[in-house]
């Protein structure tokens, strides 16, 4: 407390009722004394399932099939607070067997898990991403989480790792699915070695979900719905809802949050053209031809289902040109069930 010249940070533990919290404490000194930003880590949602992180039905199937592979590298993506620890986390739980070893690297660890080996960074003893993943393929693990590729030295390593029969997790800050392939060769990995590896990106942000007790179905207005770019086949399943504001969401409309997801599943197709080098735009083209549901279609999805609203998806996911494709996909789902 006394240090008030440089950055300091730290973690204080209290409980709040019969509820423990972890507090993960920032201060930075500022022109008009400190700036201090307080994280709130509260043990129970690491207890999520993958079942309650609001992936889409498909997504879902796909996602846990994925984690079942023997080996390759799952990359989850977002900028912080997007809720990636948490996926990454539920998927743990999912995977965590007595005849399974799991270690984690981690700058810090922010929650433990009962059964998985979590290993934290130490930087100012030499202790990185890079050396605890080298001690740990001589442990023998099934699979390991690498906190952030955040270097050249990490990827490659992570990449080794996925080569050798492990399966890896890892998180990397990229603004949507496809952009993860050339932000991982930006930091000096080879395009054939992603190719080879990377068997899925997952990108997500966290949108606020309607409050349940003052929820209400509403009609929104013909000009949102026409910018929305929604296909009339969804707009005909659509229950548009929101919230009236009550004491249980203080007054907001909204109570939790929800993840919507892209999820990128690498195919020959997109080998080929990570292989080659090509734009983020060609494989984002490919991607949603095969497929995926970007992070506005599966947002609008949500909206039409009632669970979050319009301003919260563009709050947090921008419309681009292949909007249409990736809601004409979804749209043909819905009409299937």
């Known amino acids: 407390i ?69 080996n390759g590298i799952v990359l989850v993506t977002g900028p912080t607070g ?19 070893k799991i270690i984690t690297a981690e700058d810090p660890v922010e929650y433990y898990l009962p059964g998985i080996n979590q290993v934290e960074v130490k930087h100012n003893i030499g202790l990185d991403f890079a050396r605890i993943i080298r001690a740990m393929l001589r442990q023998a693990p099934n699979i390991i989480l690498v906190g952030e590729m955040r270097d050249h030295e990490t990827a490659s390593m992570g990449i080794q790792a996925s080569l050798t029969g492990h399966l890896v997790f890892s998180t990397l800050h990229t603004n949507d699915a496809p952009s993860a392939i050339s932000r991982m060769v930006d930091i000096g990995v080879p395009s054939y070695m992603v190719a080879s590896s990377v068997i899925a990106v997952l990108a997500q942000r966290l949108v606020r979900t309607i409050c349940p007790r003052c929820k209400v179905r509403y009609q929104p207005p013909q000009s949102v719905i026409e910018d929305s770019e929604i296909p009339p086949e969804m707009l005909a399943q659509a229950e548009f809802c929101k919230g009236k504001g009550c004491t249980y969401c203080g007054r907001s409309g909204y109570r939790g949050r929800i993840g919507i997801y892209e999820l990128m599943l690498i195919n020959n197709k997109l080998r080929e053209l990570m292989f080659k ?24 999805l949500k909206v039409i289902r009632g669970i979050t609203t319009f301003d919260e998806v563009y709050r947090v996911a921008k419309k681009t040109e292949q909007e249409a494709l990736a809601l004409s996909h979804i749209a043909k789902e819905l009409s299937s069930l």
């Open 2 to 70: 006394s240090e008030k010249r440089r950055p300091t940070d730290g973690r204080i533990k209290i409980t709040v009722g019969d509820k423990q919290l972890d507090l993960r404490v920032s201060i930075i000194p500022t022109n008009h004394g400190q700036s201090c930003v307080m994280r709130l880590l509260d043990k129970d949602n690491i207890k999520v399932g993958t079942r309650q992180l609001g992936l889409s039905e498909r997504d879902f199937r796909n996602f846990n099939s994925l984690i079942r592979r023997p």
């Open 82 to 100: 997007s809720g990636k620890t948490t996926t990454l986390y539920a998927s743990l739980n999912a995977l965590n067997r007595p005849d399974r």
């Open 277 to 300: 080098g090509t734009t983020t735009k060609t494989i984002r083209e490919e991607a949603i031809r095969n497929g995926m549901s970007t992070l506005y279609a599966d947002g609008m």
